[in-house]
């Protein structure tokens, strides 16, 4: 059981923490989410909000639409992921295999790497931007280990 749940919380953090540019949708608001806010499944970093200046967060939402705009099969793939994520969850415990799960994470890294690739074609003085975001998300990861 604990590593069904340790499958789905990598499943959900692949969604939601592997690409920067998901924070530039979801960390817009002024205000971050309350600490006991859960993630979204769409997205973003709700765990490190402080991460990333407003003019960052701007910079990399412009390259996000920018990049679904010049792509609209980046935005069905993540539609897709979405809807398979909801699937998964919707099954409960014992429902979905960790295969499927794994599987997910996969796909959901896969599609960020794309999107991340997109983003930085449209926009390339993006990459010091991904780069905070990553150490951020290492040590995040390291600090919740």
């Known amino acids: 059981m604990k590593t069904i749940l340790s499958i789905q919380r990598a499943a959900l953090l692949a969604l939601a923490l592997g690409s920067a540019s ?12 309350p600490p006991t806010a859960p993630t979204s499944s769409a997205g973003g970093h709700h765990h490190h909000p402080n991460v990333l200046t407003a003019d960052e967060k701007a910079q990399l939402k412009k390259a996000r639409e920018a990049a679904f705009a010049a792509d609209s099969s980046l935005q069905t793939e993540r539609d897709n992921l979405k809807q398979q994520f909801e699937s998964l969850k919707a ?10 799960w794994k599987a997910l994470r996969e796909q959901g890294l896969d599609f960020h790497q794309k999107l991340k690739a997109a983003e930085l074609g449209i926009d390339p003085t993006l ?15 390291h600090s919740s280990t």
């Open 91 to 100: 099954e409960g415990k014992g429902g979905a295999t960790k295969d499927q």
């Open 22 to 33: 998901a924070t530039a949708a979801f960390a817009q608001t002024t205000t971050p989410p």
């Open 127 to 141: 990459a010091p931007i991904f780069a905070k975001l990553e150490a951020a998300r290492k040590n995040w990861h």
